[in-house]
């Protein structure tokens, strides 16, 4: 999964893969708003992630898309 995270007055998002499901990520995402706190996620490669629930500004949850490499017909 893609998921991307908005934080407030940053002009950048941070981006991470995630091997987890959609589901068990709005999951967390609730539980961390419901909280307060901490907002935790895990990319794919096992590095943590930690926002501060305050400073967010959205939290969007997609498909991964494959990136094509070369000259290939569309």
């Known amino acids: 999964m893609e998921v991307k995270i ?9 981006v991470l893969e995630s091997t987890q499901e959609a589901d068990d990520i709005e999951r967390l995402v609730t539980a961390a ?3 307060g706190g901490l907002l935790s996620l895990v990319d794919e490669k ?4 930690l926002v501060p ?8 949850i997609g498909e991964s898309l494959e990136r094509r490499v070369g000259f290939g017909a569309m």
């Open 6 to 14: 908005g934080v407030q007055y940053s002009a950048r998002e941070i």
């Open 33 to 35: 708003l419901d909280a």
């Open 46 to 49: 096992g590095r943590r992630v």
């Open 53 to 60: 629930v305050e400073k967010l500004a959205y939290v969007e």
